[in-house]
């Protein structure tokens, strides 16, 4: 991979973002007395010296240090820390997870994600208004021979209460896609998987069929829909049906899937995978991107054959 950067490098970023960060905290900080000297020269001329007097020398101050802090950020932290974010995930994200047996072949975009037109059609997620749809962050390679993309993906939907408007989140996490999971089980229409704790949270439109199964446990924790009531015991097999539940159980998190043609869709919703932090040193990072990698390697387990 070219232009790659080494973890020392990183740590440099790192360092330089956290030591001009403090820097502007610092100075902000200081700003705070001098604000309040300087409008206490002016105030004092105005009104009287009272209780009143000082609350708003106070307020005036700390909204005056506030908008100092914005400022400072703007122009000496957030170019720092973008760049060491950038550096993060195009650069030694891609680096440490080639290094994991079975990746390969992977491409990293931060401007490129799903359309909303793609999560719509796979139903796995509620997608909301395509006019407040934001996907990005997209990740796509192989794992293991299988052909994957996971983006980060907020929907929101603009909702009328009490004469008033407002934007309301209805999904804000990963939709992870595996693509050609098995040769022999193609699914024929979509094969809908909601947890039931969640149901009313993420899920959008759903199949025609309510499906329940043999297995008790598997219909105690999802709701099950289907384009065709066959396709869908054809699909969920005893072992993917248990493969199924270990992954929710290994994500912790609000997830639901879906079976359709040759692909698989996962919604997890959950904080952004890959996100670079300056409050920890890259070394323990590291050990962040390989967890976050085993929701590529524990989705795989679900495409068996049986």
């Known amino acids: 991979m070219d232009n790659l950067v080494s973890e020392e490098q990183l740590e440099e970023l790192r360092e330089k973002a956290v030591k001009r960060a403090r820097i502007v905290y610092a100075l902000s900080i200081l700003s705070i007395p001098l604000y309040a ?171 025609e069929h309510r499906i329940r199964l043999e297995r008790e446990e598997f219909n105690s924790r999802f709701e099950i829909f289907a384009d065709d009531e066959y396709n869908a015991y054809y699909i969920l097999t005893p072992r993917r049906m248990e493969k199924i539940m270990e992954f929710t159980d290994m994500v912790k998190a609000q997830t639901s899937l879906v079976f359709l043609d040759d692909k698989i869709f996962v919604a997890v919703k959950k904080a952004s995978l890959f996100e670079a932090s300056t409050d920890r040193p890259v070394a323990e990072q590291t050990e962040s991107i390989q967890q976050d990698v085993r929701l590529i390697q524990k989705a795989r387990e679900m495409l068996i054959s049986d």
């Open 37 to 207: 000297d300087l409008f206490y020269r002016f105030m004092k001329e105005e009104e009287s010296v009272q209780e009143l007097f000082f609350v708003k020398l106070a307020a005036v101050s700390l909204v005056l240090a506030a908008g100092t802090l914005v400022l400072l950020w703007h122009l000496i932290v957030s170019r720092t820390y973008s760049e060491f974010n950038r550096s993060f995930k195009e650069k030694y994200v891609l680096h440490t997870i080639e290094k994991i047996p079975g990746f390969e072949r992977l491409q990293y975009e931060s401007r490129a994600g799903f359309s909303w037109d793609e999560v719509r059609n796979s139903a796995v997620t509620a997608c909301g208004d395509e006019k407040y749809f934001e996907s990005e962050d997209l990740l796509r390679g192989e794992y293991e021979g299988i052909s994957f993309i996971i983006s980060d993906v907020t929907a929101r939907k603009l909702v009328r209460r009490n004469k008033k408007t407002r934007l309301e989140e209805v999904f804000d996490g990963q939709i992870l896609c595996l693509f050609q999971f098995d040769d022999t089980k193609i699914s024929k229409g979509h094969v809908q998987l909601f947890q039931k704790k969640f149901l009313s949270d993420i899920s959008g439109w759903k199949a």
